[in-house]
């Protein structure tokens, strides 16, 4: 809780307490009127300030504005008729409570997108006299040649001149397999380097670097992207002029007809009673608090099943979800690699795999980790030597002392080694022994277990469209949007043309339709601002990711998609059943308060028992039950 929140509950106590010590207080008259001004004025100084300030820059009529008149009304009423000053502080009271709940909701999950920033390289290292100087990026010119060691982020796109490495792209391309580089090789920035040191050519200034573009799509994005108006300031700019007006109009105009046309002596006490008792009626309280309320409800119902919404405009959007474009690494695979499968054998498979993971035993990178994983036993050094690594082919090694050879087909040909490529999509490692070909293993990245169940689930939630976004190639994209029923795929995508494409999207939506995206990299960051609501994986995506998003799935899993857009559709009708509940009973006693026929009592059931009741029907926004 921030210390501005800590602050309106401490008023909200403090307001609270000093009522309830001045309903037993023996006092009355301006003295009783006084005390309770005190909490009043605590429980509600800034919406009279709000009030103030909006009549000072002529935008009067807003919510605040109708809480100061309502309430000061019924303080009046209290002070020449009743002696009852509570409905005036209850009415602030439940107001600044919705307020809270509502500030809290929204300022828990909100947090600020800077962290993107993480991305951006300190650095650049540029060699003078034989040692390297850490420089600014900014300050390197086009055509210096920097220099990027193992474990750094390459600072400026350029050309790669000497070493070779492999780099990790996945937070820039969507690539769950990190890339091979070689001397004439193009380098974007924003990847980390992996292996050997690296030197490189800049093409481009820092400023129109890859990395820098992306951060500045998401500030163009966050900056373009739709907000819904707030239901409440939209219908107070119509409800609270006409009932101010009206109110004036009740304890100014019959008076008037009395004496001028009727030649009656004016009851203005009668009037005002009435326009004072029509101002408190039209307070609406109901609406402030359960609509917000309703949201909240929603939005804590929704962290319950582990779906954090960041706030109730977007709860409202993804209503109204039309069409669900999809990332594919980490969204609907699981970006990590697995053996899929072992093809061509002429040793037992366990053998195959044994002599693979025992030659990369040596080797950090992320192949050679899935195949130690297959042989899930703890790695004998002993049994290894004479390793040798040979970039972007594969590794050779003595195992047993038998020598093995574990790589790509490239690596085979350059052995004369004969051998078959497999036809099942995915990364393809091939095995010789003896410089004998002993068969070869099919590495990919897996799919999530419910994302089939997930692209099912939408379909029959009503979501005309699902696409699929991908930098991986054609083949492996397509493959992926088929065993998943994916409508549409788009394949081989940088970050930049991620969002030319749901910008494209965007203009083919229906006008009422919501487009929603859903990704987990850094690379997703931009399109996720862009989309009318992006969907981040909370365990497993990349915190730009999150801070971009609009709604966070905690546990990684897409079936939850479906999930939260029933929720959101549950809260709006609960929503709107709170309108139409409330505004209902407003006009009817507004009409039974402007004949005279409406008391006090009237005014408190038509202020806070449809406020309960309406407050009652809001919290069962906080269940969902999977239909």
């Given amino acids: 809780m921030t210390k501005k929140q800590r602050k309106m509950l401490s008023r909200i106590l403090l307001a609270f307490l000093l009522m309830t010590i001045l309903h037993f207080a023996p006092v009355d008259g301006w003295v009783r009127f006084a005390l309770y001004l005190i909490p009043y004025l605590i429980i509600g100084y800034d919406i009279i300030l709000n009030a103030g300030r909006g009549i000072l820059n002529r935008q009067v009529f807003d919510e605040n504005f109708l809480m100061t008149v309502s309430t ?20 602030m009271w439940f107001y600044q409570i919705g307020e809270l709940f509502q500030s809290y909701a929204v300022g828990k999950s909100r947090r600020n997108i800077s962290a993107l920033m993480d991305i951006r390289p300190d650095y650049a290292n540029v060699e003078t006299e034989g040692k390297l100087e850490q420089v600014d990026p900014e300050e390197v010119e086009i055509g210096t040649v920097i220099v990027v060691q193992p474990g750094e982020k390459v600072p400026i796109d350029g050309v790669l001149v000497d070493g070779v490495s492999s780099l990790n792209t996945s937070a820039l391309t969507g690539e769950s397999l990190p890339q091979e580089v070689k001397p004439g090789d193009e380098i974007i920035s924003g990847c980390i380097n992996l292996t050997g040191v690296l030197k490189i050519r800049t093409t481009k200034e820092f400023g129109e670097s890859t990395v820098s573009k992306i951060l500045d799509l998401v500030e163009n994005a966050s900056s373009r992207k739709s907000r819904s108006e707030d239901f409440i300031s939209k219908f107070a700019r119509f409800y609270t002029p006409a009932v101010c007006y009206s109110a004036l109009a009740l304890a100014i105009l019959p008076p008037l007809v009395q004496t001028v046309f009727m030649n009656m002596s004016a009851d203005w006490g009668d009037w005002v009673y009435r326009a ?3 101002l408190v009626i039209s307070c609406p309280c109901a609406l402030v608090i359960s609509v917000p309320l309703s949201f909240f409800a929603g ?34 695979t ?38 130690k994983k297959a042989y899930g036993k703890e790695i004998d050094r002993s049994r290894v030597d004479s390793i040798e690594e040979i970039s972007g082919f594969g590794i050779q090694a003595n195992v047993d002392g038998r020598k093995v050879a574990v790589g790509n087909g490239k690596l085979m040909k350059q052995l004369n080694v004969a051998f078959e490529e497999p036809t099942e999509i995915g990364t393809h490692i091939h095995v010789a022994i003896d410089s004998v070909y002993a068969g070869s293993i099919v590495i990919s990245d897996a799919i999530k277990p419910n994302s089939a169940l997930a692209i099912s689930k939408l379909k029959s939630a009503g979501v005309s469209h699902t696409i699929m976004l991908t930098g991986d190639k054609k083949a492996v994209a397509d493959q992926v949007a088929s065993e998943l029923g ?35 990299g850094i690379n997703d960051a931009p399109v996720l601002s862009r989309a009318d609501i992006g969907i981040a994986m909370g365990a497993m995506g990349s915190d730009a990711a999150i801070e971009a998003a609009d709604v966070v799935l905690m546990d990684d899993d897409p079936a939850k998609i479906t999930k939260a857009i029933r929720i959101s559709r549950k809260c709006m009708r609960i929503v709107y059943q709170n309108i139409v509940f409330a505004i209902s009973v407003k006009l009817l006693c507004l009409i039974l308060g402007a004949l005279g026929i409406a008391n006090m009592w009237l005014a408190i059931f038509a202020d806070v028992g449809v406020m309960v009741i309406a407050v009652l029907n809001a919290i069962r926004a906080l269940h969902y039950k999977e239909s």
């Fill in 72 to 91: 000061v009304g019924a303080m009046v009423i209290g002070l020449t008729r009743s002696g009852d000053y509570v409905e005036a502080i209850a009415v």
């Fill in 486 to 520: 994916i409508d549409t795929v788009y394949s081989e995508l940088l970050p930049g043309d991620k969002v030319t494409k749901v910008e494209e999207l965007l203009t083919q939506k229906s006008k009422n339709g919501m487009l929603v995206f859903v990704g987990d």
């Fill in 299 to 332: 939005i804590g119902g929704a962290s319950h099943e582990g779906i954090l919404v960041k706030g109730s405009n977007y709860l409202e959007a993804l209503s109204k979800c039309e069409c669900v474009v999809f990332d594919k690494t980490g969204t609907l």
């Fill in 276 to 278: 004072l008792t029509f």
């Fill in 334 to 371: 699981q970006g990590v690699f697995e053996v899929s499968a072992i093809h061509n054998t002429t040793v037992e498979k366990e053998t195959l795999i044994e002599f693979a993971a025992l030659a990369e035993s040596a080797s950090s990178h992320p192949i050679s980790k899935s195949l």
